[in-house]
């Protein structure tokens, strides 16, 4: 989990309520990605950034998916309005490139009543 | 589109001995392959890579081979110890317009 801080740990939520999830890479890699998590699907790649530039979003799964990186340092996930299918462990990892090793952090559980 | 398997049957193992786990693909000719580990409640962590022209790679008690012609990779675990216990999954990079892609993970419980 070194190099990357995610908040909350754990969510919970009713259905319809705005859910933000929080990153903050501690070292310094270039790329930062968002993935989703479940025993279903397995890792799913939602989204990653490249200096923080949006460079493929093409996994976000519906336009109540949203995610932002303003600066090298923090990123967010926004879900809004949230529904119980979006249940599942959230991470963030960084990496110096899409196909080079990634550095995961702990996850955020969301659940989402 | 390029699929990854894994068993996703929980691998249980007496302790010493040693645990192999099986990635197979299919429509896919990645240049190298990742291997993480996962325990419950953590993100994954880099273990290994290998790349297509290494036939075999070793970590300490950890031994990884890469066939692109049967396009698999098994993934050993010598003189295995309850420490050993959790999720393993293969990762493959982006090939044409994907992304890295991994599999789901074989389970692995180490009986002592």
């Known amino acids: 989990d070194a190099g990357v801080i995610q908040s909350p740990r754990h969510e919970v939520t009713e259905m319809g309520q705005e859910v933000t999830l929080r990153c903050k890479p501690i070292?310094?890699?270039?790329?930062l990605f968002w993935y989703r998590q479940t025993m279903m699907r397995g890792l799913e790649l939602l989204i990653y950034f490249n200096n923080n530039v949006p460079i493929d979003d093409s996994g976000m799964p519906e336009d109540r998916f949203s995610a932002k990186m303003p600066n090298a340092s923090f990123s967010t996930l926004k879900i809004q309005p949230s529904e119980p299918r979006d249940s599942a462990v959230y991470f963030c990892?960084?990496?110096?490139?899409?196909?080079?090793?990634?550095?995961f952090g702990p996850g955020t559980r969301l659940l989402v009543l | 589109s390029q699929k990854i398997e894994q068993n996703s049957e929980a691998l249980n193992i007496q302790e010493g001995k040693t645990a192999t786990l099986t990635c197979n693909y299919t429509n896919y000719s990645p240049a190298y392959l990742q291997w993480y580990r996962q325990d419950p409640g953590r993100g994954p962590v880099f273990l290994l890579l290998?790349?297509?022209?290494?036939k075999e790679k070793r970590k300490e008690r950890l031994k990884v081979t890469f066939d692109t012609t049967l396009k698999q990779s098994l993934f050993h675990i010598t003189a295995s110890q309850p420490a050993d216990s959790a999720t393993y999954l293969c990762a493959l990079p982006p090939w044409g317009n994907n992304r890295l892609a991994f599999g789901k993970g074989n389970q692995v419980v180490v009986i002592p």
């Open positions: 070292s310094g890699h270039d790329y």
């Open positions: 990892a960084i990496g110096t490139g899409v196909g080079e090793t990634q550095y």
């Open positions: 290998i790349r297509e022209n290494e």
